[in-house]
């Protein structure tokens, strides 16, 4: 049986913050708009006109990711809190911005450099092992602006100089490498994914949406190359977003939709980086949607050869799968699904769902026979700070369930690496831009509109890891 990691996890476009010491990308002009009433409502459709709006000097909108959780000045604090939390990985993305303010510039800041060295040695002396995210959404806006970002075959160049700087510097420090953050987001959320402007009302084209995503997917094929070919010590991971579908009835339509659904929506991108090549049922597909992606030999060659080594997922909720149209909805990780109604949900209406968990494990093993790690997972609460003190049963008995389940399906024979406990430090919501939902065991002092002391404190989940982390560390 394996050990599993407990860590944590972030992403640097909603912790760190810092946006005077680095370049504007695409999650930076994502404006904060209250919550509609309708949670099912896509809060994340950018078009021109919100990023002209966003560059403007006088600008009347507040944006929360160059903010963050304001990382940049709080780093030593929060890695400290990581130490004392027993916490044996952490899971961070770079902020490309940081290293290259455009994204292509013609040398990379030192000044940026200098921050992840200090961030990455620090780590390391409190004895955490460091899995890295090489980009986790957020697209240096120059690339977009000027070509048209993952869009064009360039991308991958200039992404594969931003890996050659992250294995040359800090090669022999980092234990796992993610290319790229949920990869399949590309397809249900291309502007998060593949940071594509939307074109006023009309829908995203398939045929730009899979041309980007095959960039990445071959971006993602020769950094494994480059980086194995540079002797670098860390294991290469792929990343989907998994949505554990349910069929809504026992009729066949919906069991035949379950199928549909997992392939296109979850699996596809993980079969392609883990197997190491386009799985057959994308032929029809791409056929149907008129998506023409004249796959050269060389790539075809390079996607075969550098697989990655683990396959990790996000898993918050399970979905539904149905063919009926009428079905209540409700909002879920960047897609919405129907009402499952065996399960609660939490208050932004994602099915809570720990035997969904196991589920994705075993499925995830079975189709890829690779080590597993759960990339991200947690509940998304609204805390409330009283005399000092976050009080957050709610997520003691999230994490208690999910990870009874995730200990059943190691006991089963799946091999898992870790798990990653998502926001472990409060951020910005990926999804909703709000600082009211919370994951962290750790509370930042800041509200919605960025305004607060950024104060860290405990909450009662801390403790509660703290001591579940000692006590797998007792039972080794
Ligand atoms: C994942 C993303 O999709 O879900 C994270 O990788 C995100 O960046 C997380 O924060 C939770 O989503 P949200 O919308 O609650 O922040």
Redesign the pocket.
């Known amino acids: 049986m394996t050990k599993i990691l407990w860590g944590g996890a972030t ?1 640097a476009s ?1 912790y760190e913050g810092g946006y005077e010491n680095r370049g504007i990308d695409t999650q930076d002009c994502r404006p904060y708009s209250p919550k509609t009433e309708d949670a099912t409502v896509a809060t994340r459709l950018l078009t021109e006109e919100v990023i002209q709006e966003a560059k403007r000097k006088d600008g009347r909108h507040y944006y929360p990711f160059r903010k963050g959780s304001m990382g940049y000045e709080h780093w030593e604090e929060d890695i400290a809190l990581l130490g004392d939390l027993g916490l044996d990985v952490y899971r961070l993305s770079i902020s490309w911005t940081r290293i290259f303010p455009k994204g292509n510039d013609e040398f990379p800041s030192e000044a940026g450099l200098q921050y992840y060295d200090r961030i990455f040695h620090s780590l390391k002396n409190q004895g955490i092992k460091i899995f890295l995210t090489m980009n ?2 957020a697209v240096p806006l120059h690339l977009v602006e000027s070509y048209g970002g993952w869009l064009n075959r360039q991308m991958i160049d200039d992404y594969l100089r931003l890996a050659e700087i992250i294995f040359e510097r800090w090669g022999d420090l980092i234990d796992y490498y993610l290319p790229f ?2 990869i399949n ?1 590309g397809y249900f959320s291309p502007y ?1 994914g593949v940071g594509l402007i939307k074109n006023g009302t009309n829908p995203y084209a398939y045929q730009d949406i899979f041309l980007s995503l095959h960039h990445q997917f071959v971006a993602s094929a020769k950094t494994i190359q480059m980086g194995r070919e540079k002797g670098v010590k860390g294991k290469f991971g792929a990343m989907i ?1 998994c949505f554990c579908y349910y069929a809504h009835t026992s009729r066949p339509e919906d069991n035949l939709r379950l199928v549909e659904d997992e392939q296109i929506n979850q699996w596809f991108c993980m079969d392609i980086l883990s197997r190491g090549e386009y799985p057959y049922y994308m032929e029809p597909f791409f056929k149907k949607h008129r998506v023409d992606l004249n796959i050269s030999e060389e790539d075809t060659k390079v996607l075969r050869a550098y697989t990655c080594d683990f396959v990790s997922f ?1 898993y ?1 909720s399970s979905s539904i799968s149905s063919v009926s149209e009428s079905n209540q909805q409700t909002a879920g ?2 897609v919405a699904t129907t009402k499952n109604q065996y399960l609660e949900a939490s208050e ?1 209406g ?1 099915q809570i769902d720990p035997i969904g968990l196991k589920t994705t494990a075993l499925k995830a093993y079975d189709r890829y026979q690779k080590p597993i790690m759960i990339a ?1 997972n ?1 509940l ?1 609460a609204k805390d409330t700070l009283v005399d000092g003190q976050v009080h957050d049963p709610y997520r003691i008995e999230y994490f208690k369930r999910h990870f009874e389940q995730l200990k059943e399906a190691e006991a089963m024979g799946v091999p898992v690496l870790a798990y990653l406990a ?2 472990i430090i409060d ?6 831009c709000e600082m009211d ?1 919370r ?1 962290g065991v750790v509370y930042v002092d800041a509200d919605n509109q960025g305004k607060g002391s950024y104060r860290r404190i405990k909450k009662d989940s801390y403790y509660w890891y703290q001591q579940y982390i000692a006590m797998q560390k007792e039972g080794e």
């Open positions: 992403s909603q986790h959404y953050n949920e987001a998060n977003s996000s918050y990780n960047l932004w994602w991200e947690g998304g998502w926001g951020i910005v919501s990926a999804g909703s939902k994951y």
